[in-house]
């Protein structure tokens, strides 16, 4: 399986989140290389104006470029973004791996979203579903899938 990488704004808050990502880390150790990395969200006023919403995601989006791997399949996770099944996101991380790419980059903003030019460098937009979670969340929900994909190109009896 080729290395795969999540990038993701904010940390999580709760010992439970973290637990359950520690644990699909675990998981992940002996199946391919997994890396998180978080990016610190910036900070905005309590009621924030279009405008300071677009700045914050600006500034976002320029870390979150910095952190991607030269020549890496990117994913945006993001509301318009194409839902796919376990088995297709398996099957799209092998081929993928078949085609000689060596890292996957999977690309959660926080709370409103990802900056046009992080959505302009990924050549994949993936929707978890038509329903809204919560960005911490959606971290635990990705680590998972992302298990699940590989235990399914393994043939493993996980995902049933």
Request: one cysteine or more.
């Amino acid at each position: 399986m080729i290395n795969l990488n999540i990038i993701c704004i904010g940390r999580l808050k709760e010992q439970y989140l973290r637990d359950a990502s520690a644990e699909y880390i675990k998981r992940m150790q002996t199946l391919c290389r997994l890396t998180v990395t978080e990016i610190s969200a910036e900070k905005l006023s309590d009621n924030p104006s279009q405008k300071e919403i677009e700045r914050a995601l600006e500034a976002e989006g320029k870390k979150i470029i910095e952190k991607i791997p030269k020549g890496a399949a990117v994913f945006a996770m993001c509301i318009e973004g194409k839902q796919r099944s376990s088995e297709e996101l398996s099957s799209e991380l092998d081929t993928l791996a078949l085609s000689g790419v060596s890292n996957a980059v999977f690309i959660i903003g926080g709370s409103f979203g990802l900056s046009d030019e992080v959505k302009a460098k990924s050549k994949y937009r993936l929707s978890m579903s038509k329903m809204t979670f919560p960005h911490q969340i959606a971290r635990i929900m990705l680590l998972e899938q992302l298990y699940r994909a590989a235990q399914i190109s393994l043939g493993t009896r996980y995902h049933k």
